[in-house]
């Protein structure tokens, strides 16, 4: 199998797209908080167990999520200008910073709800993998899509694995600076996909 500079920048794409989104600089606070008072080894299984299933998540609407489309009888067009909308909103939060922080339940398992989802594979994740996932054409974007996927859920444990030595180097101000910089970006990638949808809308008609 060759891999082609279009699947290089596939995967590029990929892992910045959902790097910016799922935002693991961002997570760091939102973690920390959620797992306060517990012991390192209990905090290091909750992380994976956060990444397991957002990984799963994610998973799941790449491999099915075109059926779900084609049963709700929704276009790729109407998704990705629906996707980018959504991408705009959570990347005016970012620049904002008002996006509203989870609160645990003392019944649920963090690791599970809020954390795995809707915090790291959260709508926009999905709607930008669901994207990505009708551009692959043959075996080496399909490798590209699912490097770059399990790429930005191995960052997203390292960054909460080792949470308390990062936000003790970057300190609040450098993890902010970060938001805002992923907030930015992915606000060029939401207008990015709307102006697609508008084309594809345009030839079809």
């Known amino acids: 199998m060759n891999f082609s500079a279009a699947d290089a920048r596939l995967f590029v794409e990929v892992f910045v797209t959902l790097f910016v989104i ?20 209990t905090r290091h299984r909750m992380a ?11 998973v799941v609407f ?4 075109r059926e779900i489309l084609d049963y ?9 200008a629906a996707g980018g909308l959504l991408l705009l909103l959570v990347a005016l939060e970012l620049l904002t910073g008002k996006a509203d922080e989870p609160t645990a339940a003392s019944n649920v398992n963090v690791a599970l709800v809020p954390l795995g989802t809707p915090l790291l594979a959260g709508p926009g994740a999905i709607v930008a ?15 590209a899509l ?10 997203l444990w390292l960054f909460m694995r080792y949470s308390v030595v990062i936000i003790r180097v970057i300190k609040d101000s450098g993890v902010t600076l970060v938001t805002r910089i992923a907030g930015l970006l992915l606000s060029a990638i939401a207008v990015q996909l709307v102006a697609d949808a508008v084309v594809a809308f345009i030839d079809q008609a």
């Open 146 to 155: 699912a490097a770059g996927i399990v790429a930005v859920h191995i960052v």
């Open 62 to 65: 790449a491999l099915f999520g």
């Open 48 to 58: 994976r167990q956060a990444v397991v299933v957002a990984f799963v998540v994610i």
């Open 129 to 143: 993998t669901m994207v990505f996932v009708q551009r692959v054409n043959d075996l080496g974007g399909a490798v």
């Open 22 to 41: 799922m935002d693991p600089p961002g997570t760091i606070p939102i973690f920390l908080s959620l797992t306060s008072g517990r012991s390192p080894r």
């Open 72 to 80: 709700l009888h929704i276009t790729l067009p109407a998704m990705q």
